[in-house]
């Protein structure tokens, strides 16, 4: 079982910036592929990036250029730094194994990009 604490949320404007981390148990994001999803009031649960193992990143179309995924394998972490943020970001941010939709969720962090 692999445990997840999402934490860096919070209330920012409109071209700030937040850097989430997502604790996970030990090795965990050495050995597996590792994601960032969001989910918004009323909309399904999207993708915003992923890492392989091998450290090749991907990024949905809308945040790719502001964000970045990275891993920090001592500390058995993974980040994600958000850029420019826009009012569209606004969501419940969870991050989890990819391929591994039996995992349990962690509680999220929320980021709220307002005026």
């Known amino acids: 079982q692999v445990q997840y604490v999402e934490s860096g949320g919070g209330l920012v404007q409109p071209g700030g910036s937040l850097r989430l981390s997502c604790g996970t148990s030990?090795?965990?994001?050495?050995?597996?592929?590792m994601a960032w999803y969001r989910q918004a009031p009323g909309k399904e649960r999207e993708l915003v990036a992923s890492i392989s193992v091998a450290g090749t990143t991907n990024y949905g179309s809308s945040v790719k250029g502001r964000f970045t995924i990275s891993r920090d394998s001592a500390k058995h972490t993974v980040d994600l730094q958000m850029e420019s943020l826009k009012s569209e970001d606004t969501a419940m941010y969870y991050c989890?194994?990819?391929?591994?939709?039996?995992?349990?969720w962690g509680q999220g962090t929320q980021v709220a990009v307002s005026s």
């Open positions: 030990t090795s965990v994001p050495s050995i597996y592929d």
């Open positions: 989890g194994r990819m391929y591994y939709m039996n995992d349990q």
